[in-house]
């Protein structure tokens, strides 16, 4: 039962997080919308499948460990994406940027 | 007719619903890939796909009771980390190709 609702909740911001990052008009709050969708989203999923029936012990170990690696590795990438776009030139689309300021 | 039957029968449990929508959210999350303004636009829509692409494999293969290919998930994820990482650390250089 906890199953179907962790998978169902996770389908649900998969569809959130796509529609996000194709109606978002900025580099930046695409990225929110996409960080948002990768790790709340394949978590939650991941759990899902890992609370499965009728599956070895193992199996879900390694599922968790995935769970795991995804909660560690995808922020530092989004963060590293926002870091580079950043110096790089990209410019947010807002009337004042503080990032800027607070990085002179 | 039997292979839509089949089909159906998937699609109506979760773990098949949940496939199809990240088949789906995919092929939408392409058009950024193709028509981002500019490359870090690109880098989040790839972010995305291969986050997906991990859990669609990992998902396959607990519906197909094949469970070594959660070892394949695992080692895509570490290589996808590592590609985002190196893109975003080329991008921050300044080379805008």
């Known amino acids: 039962m906890i199953e179907t609702f962790l998978l169902l909740m996770g389908s649900f911001i998969m569809v959130a997080g ?7 008009p900025d580099v930046y709050t695409r990225l929110h919308a996409s960080t ?3 790790t ?30 995804i ?12 870091r580079g776009a950043h110096r790089g030139g990209v410019k947010p689309d807002v009337t004042f940027d503080m990032y800027e300021r607070d990085s002179d | 007719m039997v ?10 449990r979760p773990l098949g619903l949940t496939i199809a929508v990240l088949a789906v959210t995919s092929l939408l999350l392409l058009y950024r890939v193709v028509r981002g303004p500019t490359l870090a636009d690109r880098m989040v829509g790839l972010n995305t796909i291969t986050t997906k692409m991990v859990v669609l494999i990992a998902l396959l293969a607990v519906l197909s009771q094949q469970y070594f ?10 290589v996808n980390a590592v590609g985002g990482l190196i893109l975003a650390k080329h991008y921050e250089k300044g080379d805008k190709t």
Request: proline content about 3%; aromatic content about 6%; some cysteine.
């Open chain 2, 69 to 78: 290919m959660v070892d394949v998930a695992v080692v895509f994820l570490m």
């Open chain 1, 18 to 24: 796509a529609v996000g990052v194709l109606r978002f």
């Open chain 2, 3 to 12: 292979e839509t039957d089949f089909l159906v029968s998937y699609l109506l």
């Open chain 1, 40 to 69: 709340g989203g394949a978590m939650s999923i991941l759990l899902g499948a890992a609370l499965q029936i009728d599956m070895p012990v193992h199996v879900r170990l390694k599922l968790i460990i995935l769970v795991f690696l």
């Open chain 1, 71 to 82: 909660a560690l590795i995808n922020p530092m990438v989004s963060h590293a994406i926002a």
């Open chain 1, 36 to 38: 948002k969708c990768d």
